[in-house]
């Protein structure tokens, strides 16, 4: 048998891809905690009633950082930034249907939540040549 031995190992994924899929799997399934109980780790002022909707805003942000974790192929980078993005949606909904607040400090920390899952698309996007 005649062996390759030019054998070129597999690229690896960038360290930055590889902390935002961690960040937001961590970061959603904080969200679900928060849909569960109302609060998580004391961050929000006031209690939130725990609510389904939360969670599933939760499992979206998780599911945006599996997919950016376990591939890299560009589909998985696009699921990826899907769900983050659906997350996104999810905050303004939870807001403007009154199940997360939209007026004080938390709704400022809401607001910075859905600017950091946003910056992590455009993150993925300026990286999107890394993916095959």
């Known amino acids: 048998m005649e062996q390759n031995s030019a054998w070129i190992p597999p690229a690896r994924r960038p360290p930055g891809i590889v902390a935002a899929g961690i960040f937001a799997l961590i970061a959603g399934i904080g969200e679900v905690v928060v849909g569960f109980t109302g609060n998580y780790l004391g961050i929000l002022g006031n209690r939130m009633a725990p609510s389904f909707s939360t969670g599933v805003v939760g499992v979206f942000y998780s599911l945006g950082g599996f997919f950016l974790l376990i591939t890299r192929k560009k589909w998985g980078a696009v699921l990826g930034m899907s769900f983050i993005g659906a997350e996104i949606l999810g905050r303004i909904y939870l807001v403007a249907t009154g199940v997360a607040p939209?007026?004080?400090?938390?709704?400022?920390?809401?607001?910075?939540?859905?600017?950091?899952?946003?910056?992590?698309?455009?993150?993925?996007c300026f990286k999107w040549k890394t993916f095959e």
């Open 102 to 124: 939209g007026k004080g400090f938390d709704a400022i920390k809401i607001l910075i939540g859905g600017l950091i899952a946003f910056g992590l698309i455009v993150y993925v």
